[in-house]
């Protein structure tokens, strides 16, 4: 129907920017935060952020529970991040090398990773998992590398959920399993025929709208003990998990030390930084393997890395995280079954989801989260939520009442 | 020799920091900042950074004509991108989803560089190059991609300089050409026989150790009309010279516009970013390619980038940056003749490099910068150096001034 000449359309500032942005970027937006992911209402750009709250640009308040997707673990602005961060970029930030930071949280991230006897630094979890997987080849001049069926680990050919643009060749080497099925790793295992390098897996199983699975510890040990016999690397893509589940790397839940481990996300409260750690037979590999970047000498992050790392270990914080996602989890239990809707709820208290029974869809998720938002929780759908830090036992009941709205949506629909 | 019980090793600050780091980081450190690949006496850790002058850990001062190997482009510490930074930062920067300066930056990228209709932003240059060839080969269905012998583009499997880890499919449908060599470039589009993505180019020949070559403008137009004829994308590799040559991309001052363009290094005055630019018959396959990371939509660099674009159009930044590189070149090759040491200069005078004749193991060229650098000016005697916009000619001459010392010492070698 055309427009009458007098319509006058009034659009929200969300809408007029997504309406530029379209002319100019690709869908609106690249990637994992593209909002039309999203259920109904939510909103695409923010105005400001401040520890566990964010302010969308229609001014839209609400209690957060994806923390950027993992990066914030401190909340928005935290006072000692910030601090650290600031001191650095007065002296300076990306110079011709590194700043004496560099060798403090080397040592930092040597002596706190248990696996780890040395490490390097880049900006994004995908330059580590590749770098991981490069390394693993360069130290065992082996070519397969196991993963997980629908693991993932990154988003470039060899790794990207989307096969537009991805040649054959970007994922010869690549052999599957499936996730705590160790038949199927030693299939995969026959079928590497002695030119394995390594076993990637991630910290637990957390492949988007499915339940979220810890790793069976008897599954961890034996990707241990396959790789011990085969000489090939055991590298856990701890990108997502990473400093929630336990300071020392997230496998020391389940008792095995990795060869390899990726970092990134929550390593310097949002400021952007990754890491690769890795075991003493594959330094000589990883001095093998050019690996680089024009910001990977970049100081400030690495002061805020330093400064994230002392305040989670001064308050434990996978403890914090994991008491504030277990009252979360408590609640919606209560609630759900106040409002007669079943739900599941799975993975580790600081990296929850919650699943609508018979909601293959996503209609009961979409409208639970879309309820919510409005009043006042942002909570995901189909992907693990992140706790941080600063989720106070007033903002978990914040976002339960916010919750509460959801699950009458929900129910509703029912 | 066992070392008596009694000697005392005196080491300074820098050969402090790199014997801890030894360590901890294979190496002492990753990449290209690895001051192990620098002439003798060159520091490894920075204790602070002002416009063009750097100040190493052991306390010495210098100008500098590095510029942290591209990302300085205004000089450290710019006030109007460190206000703009800051005051970004005070409202957030890594959030649920991007600011509003995103969308600012996208529309002044699209109405900056020629032949852009879009753009998606990343971290490092070689998310761009990657990008750029992941997205050639969604739109065109094709595999092939043109690279020229010796340019770099990056530093991961399918691009990197090192080949350790590095597996044959990574670079199986990667077919070589010669730079500026028409006739080289045709051989490689009959290899590819039909199945051409992309055609590959560095804005110039800027491999390392050998001299610097503008691109030849009848070589940058056949590379536009093949890709025409073939159907494939012109893929410019900006990172290292965008917003040096031309604001709106350097293949401006040949006359010949790309598909896509791979930007980073100086787009954001040191503040980590990168970006990719396309036209429009790429828009489609650029929206399906995954491509995405943490740190992507945080905002601080977004608006650093922004303050820096419209500063460097403000003063004409290239044209600043030439005449300065000028003012070095011409001094340079008075001081080379006044001292009988002939020297050959090639590249744009805003990223330029000095190379001795007949110095073939860079003996010459290392004795120039150690001697240069200990009188107060930091050179690089293999790979180009970049000039910024904080140089004034006070710090040209005082660079010339430390240069009449590197030539004493070359010309005491001869």
């Known amino acids: 129907m055309p427009e009458s000449p007098n319509t006058v359309i009034h659009l929200d500032p969300d809408a007029m920017l997504r309406g530029r942005a379209r002319r100019v970027i690709p869908g609106g937006l690249w990637g994992h935060l593209n909002a039309a992911r999203l259920p109904e209402g939510y909103p695409q750009y923010y105005a400001r952020a401040e520890g566990c709250r964010l302010w969308d640009v229609n001014g839209r308040e609400v209690v957060d529970f994806m923390s950027s997707w993992g990066p914030i673990v401190l909340g928005h602005h935290h006072p000692a991040v910030e601090q650290a961060a600031r001191r650095q970029a007065d002296l300076g930030d990306c110079m011709n090398g590194p700043a004496p930071v560099l060798v403090e949280l080397a040592e930092r991230l040597v002596g706190l990773i248990a696996h780890a006897d040395w490490c390097l630094l880049a900006k994004n979890g995908t330059d580590a998992t590749t770098a991981c997987v490069t390394i693993a080849r360069a130290a065992t001049g082996r070519r397969k590398v196991l993963v997980a069926r629908g693991s993932y680990h990154g988003a470039v050919p060899w790794c990207s959920p989307s096969l537009a643009g991805v040649t054959a060749e970007d994922r010869a080497h690549l052999v599957s399993y499936d996730y705590n099925d160790i038949a199927s790793v030693e299939a995969a295992v026959a079928e590497a025929k002695g030119d394995m390098a390594a076993i990637l897996v991630t910290a637990f199983r957390h492949d988007m709208a499915l339940p979220l699975e810890l790793p069976d510890p008897a599954f961890a040990q034996a990707l241990r003990t396959i790789c011990d016999q085969q000489g090939a690397a055991l590298v856990v893509d701890d990108v997502r998990a990473g400093f929630r589940l336990h300071m020392a790397g997230s496998w020391e839940t389940v008792g095995v030390r990795p060869d390899l481990s990726a970092w990134s996300k929550a390593i310097a409260n949002g400021h952007p930084l990754a890491a690769v750690t890795g075991a003493e037979w594959l330094r000589q590999a990883a001095t093998q393997v050019f690996t680089t970047g024009s910001f990977w000498c970049g100081a400030v992050p690495m002061a805020a890395a330093l400064a994230t790392l002392g305040e989670l270990e001064r308050i434990d914080g996978p403890a914090t995280m994991a008491a504030m996602g277990q009252r979360l989890r408590d609640g919606l239990d209560a609630l759900a079954a106040r409002h007669g809707v079943p739900i599941r709820q799975s993975g580790p208290p600081q990296m929850p989801l919650v699943l609508f029974e ?46 509460d709205a959801g699950f009458a949506a929900v129910a509703r629909l029912g």
């Open 358 to 403: 018979g909601d293959a869809g996503f209609r009961l998720g979409d409208a639970f989260c879309s309820a919510a938002l409005a009043a006042g929780a942002y909570f995901h759908p189909r992907h693990n939520m992140f706790l941080n830090c600063a989720h106070t036992e007033a903002d978990i009941d914040r976002g339960l009442q916010a919750a």
